[in-house]
């Protein structure tokens, strides 16, 4: 299965508003990415970077053109076959979203408790051991509201990735990191894609992971502009 591509995307457009507002965001974009590999998007605010990420992650309706994830098609696909593919995806965001009453470990389990995922125990266990993970073992029992921007996005990263996601789809996830932390992300999001396959999906300006990149794909104006491989 390693050969067959994680996403396919063939002659992708998008458009928002209606009427006279009407304006295309996305043209045209073809590409294919393989299982277990990192991809940054990058390019200008503006060209499109986060309209393709959630249209390639499910979270955004295909209106033209074809998206095959985990060898289903998005474009027309009904709404539980979107859910149970959604299910099989990790997402990190900028606005972390974190429930401010609930503790880092309670927002990590809850990763695991929407997949139904293990007993209570093992859910517990693998929630804690992620949390170390990111390097929050410290700090478990923390809520929200008394952890840094740093710190709660970690815990995000450690929720996306409690449930063993086959696809990491993430929006800007080391921009509220230090450069260490933010390495420390993207190094476990690449070791996962080498263990378990993960293939991971990344929008971001931040110049310091580039390396770590297996490919790099540059946005401008809703067009692929340049897609580089390592
Ligand atoms: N919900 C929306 N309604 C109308 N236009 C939108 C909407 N979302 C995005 N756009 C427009 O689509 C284009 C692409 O936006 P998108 O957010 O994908 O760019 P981006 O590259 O991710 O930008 P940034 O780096 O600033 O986040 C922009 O012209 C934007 O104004």
């Given at each position: 299965m390693r050969n067959v591509p994680a996403i396919t995307a063939e002659g992708l457009n998008?458009?928002?508003?209606?009427?006279?507002a009407r304006k295309q965001a996305v043209f045209d974009v073809n590409l294919e990415i393989e299982r277990g590999s990192l991809t940054i998007l990058m390019g200008p605010s503006g060209s499109g970077k986060t309209t393709v990420?959630?249209?390639?992650?499910?979270?955004?309706?295909?209106q033209e053109g074809s998206v095959e994830l985990l060898d289903t098609e998005l474009n027309g696909a009904p709404e539980p076959l979107l859910v149970a593919t959604r299910r099989r995806l990790?997402?990190?965001?900028?606005?972390?979203?974190?429930?401010?009453?609930?503790?880092?470990?309670?927002?990590?389990?809850?990763g695991l408790q929407v997949h139904g995922k293990g007993d209570a125990h093992k859910q517990l266990e693998a929630s804690r051991?992620?949390?170390?993970?990111?390097?929050?073992?410290?700090r478990m029992n923390y809520l929200p509201a008394n952890l840094s921007g740093g710190q709660k996005q970690r815990v995000a990263v450690?929720?996306?990735?409690v449930s063993n996601p086959e696809v990491v789809f993430a929006d800007e996830p080391t921009a509220a990191l230090d450069k260490e932390s933010g390495m420390t992300v993207v190094q476990m999001l690449k070791a996962l894609g080498k263990t378990r396959g993960t293939t991971t999906v990344m929008v971001t300006h931040d110049n310091r992971i580039?390396?770590?990149?297996?490919?790099?794909?540059?946005?401008?104006e809703g067009r692929i502009v340049s897609d580089t491989r390592k």
């Open positions: 998008h458009w928002f508003g209606t009427g006279e990420l959630t249209l390639l992650g499910c979270l955004r309706d295909v990790g997402f990190i965001f900028q606005a972390h979203n974190l429930h401010e009453s609930l503790s880092a470990e309670q927002n990590v389990l809850m051991h992620v949390l170390g993970l990111v390097g929050l073992g410290d450690a929720r996306a990735l580039l390396d770590m990149a297996d490919r790099i794909i540059v946005l401008e």
